[in-house]
Protein backbone atom coordinates (compact mmCIF):
# COMPACT_ATOMS: atom_id res chain seq x y z
CA UNK A 1 0.00 0.00 0.00
CA UNK A 2 1.71 2.95 -0.70
CA UNK A 3 1.69 6.46 1.02
CA UNK A 4 -0.76 8.36 -1.23
CA UNK A 5 -3.28 5.66 -1.36
CA UNK A 6 -3.04 5.57 2.36
CA UNK A 7 -3.93 9.69 2.82
CA UNK A 8 -6.46 9.02 -0.11
CA UNK A 9 -8.25 6.30 2.67
CA UNK A 10 -7.81 8.82 5.54
CA UNK A 11 -9.72 11.84 3.42
CA UNK A 12 -12.30 9.40 2.57
CA UNK A 13 -13.08 8.24 5.85
CA UNK A 14 -12.96 11.86 7.47
CA UNK A 15 -15.44 12.60 4.57
CA UNK A 16 -17.88 9.48 4.89
CA UNK A 17 -17.18 8.26 8.38
CA UNK A 18 -16.96 4.50 6.58
CA UNK A 19 -13.67 2.92 5.14
CA UNK A 20 -13.31 3.22 1.42
CA UNK A 21 -14.84 0.40 -0.35
CA UNK A 22 -17.83 -0.81 2.33
CA UNK A 23 -19.37 -2.33 0.36
CA UNK A 24 -16.69 -5.72 0.60
CA UNK A 25 -16.86 -7.92 3.62
CA UNK A 26 -13.65 -9.37 3.88
CA UNK A 27 -9.99 -7.15 3.59
CA UNK A 28 -9.07 -9.62 0.52
CA UNK A 29 -12.35 -9.05 -1.81
CA UNK A 30 -11.53 -5.09 -1.27
CA UNK A 31 -7.95 -5.65 -2.25
CA UNK A 32 -8.99 -7.27 -5.15
CA UNK A 33 -11.29 -4.96 -6.35
CA UNK A 34 -9.13 -1.94 -5.95
CA UNK A 35 -6.18 -3.93 -7.98
CA UNK A 36 -8.86 -4.38 -10.83
CA UNK A 37 -10.62 -1.12 -10.77
CA UNK A 38 -9.84 2.49 -11.48
CA UNK A 39 -10.73 5.56 -9.64
CA UNK A 40 -11.49 6.37 -5.80
CA UNK A 41 -13.87 4.20 -3.75
CA UNK A 42 -17.36 3.86 -4.44
CA UNK A 43 -19.69 6.15 -2.48
CA UNK A 44 -17.80 8.74 -2.62
CA UNK A 45 -20.20 12.16 -1.62
CA UNK A 46 -21.12 13.59 -4.69
CA UNK A 47 -21.02 17.13 -4.00
CA UNK A 48 -17.17 17.07 -2.71
CA UNK A 49 -14.89 20.62 -4.17
CA UNK A 50 -13.04 20.61 -7.13
CA UNK A 51 -9.68 20.26 -5.15
CA UNK A 52 -11.13 17.41 -2.73
CA UNK A 53 -11.97 15.23 -6.23
CA UNK A 54 -8.57 15.95 -8.19
CA UNK A 55 -6.82 15.10 -4.55
CA UNK A 56 -8.73 12.08 -4.41
CA UNK A 57 -7.90 10.90 -7.93
CA UNK A 58 -4.27 11.51 -7.78
CA UNK A 59 -4.25 9.34 -4.49
CA UNK A 60 -6.14 6.94 -5.87
CA UNK A 61 -4.50 6.61 -9.34
CA UNK A 62 -3.57 2.72 -9.99
CA UNK A 63 -0.27 3.55 -12.36
CA UNK A 64 2.46 4.18 -10.31
CA UNK A 65 3.83 5.76 -13.16
CA UNK A 66 1.37 8.23 -13.53
CA UNK A 67 0.94 8.64 -9.53
CA UNK A 68 1.86 11.72 -8.11
CA UNK A 69 4.98 11.46 -4.79
CA UNK A 70 3.86 12.44 -1.49
CA UNK A 71 5.99 14.94 -2.01
CA UNK A 72 3.83 16.14 -4.62
CA UNK A 73 0.78 15.45 -3.13
CA UNK A 74 2.20 17.60 0.28
CA UNK A 75 2.80 20.67 -2.89
CA UNK A 76 -0.96 19.95 -3.96
CA UNK A 77 -3.41 23.09 -3.62
CA UNK A 78 -6.14 21.26 -1.35
CA UNK A 79 -3.16 20.89 1.39
CA UNK A 80 -1.80 24.07 0.46
CA UNK A 81 -4.56 25.88 1.21
CA UNK A 82 -4.51 24.93 5.02
CA UNK A 83 -0.67 26.20 4.83
Same mark, same amino acid.
Given at each position: @?? !??? !?? $???? @????? $???????????? %? %?????? &?? @? $???? $????????? @????? &????????????? %??????????????
Amino acid at each position: @VS !TQS !TW $GCTV @VEMLT $GKAPWPEFASMW %A %AIYHIA &NS @V $GPPS $GMPSDLHPL @VKDFL &NRCFERDVSSRPS %ARELLDHPFILQWD
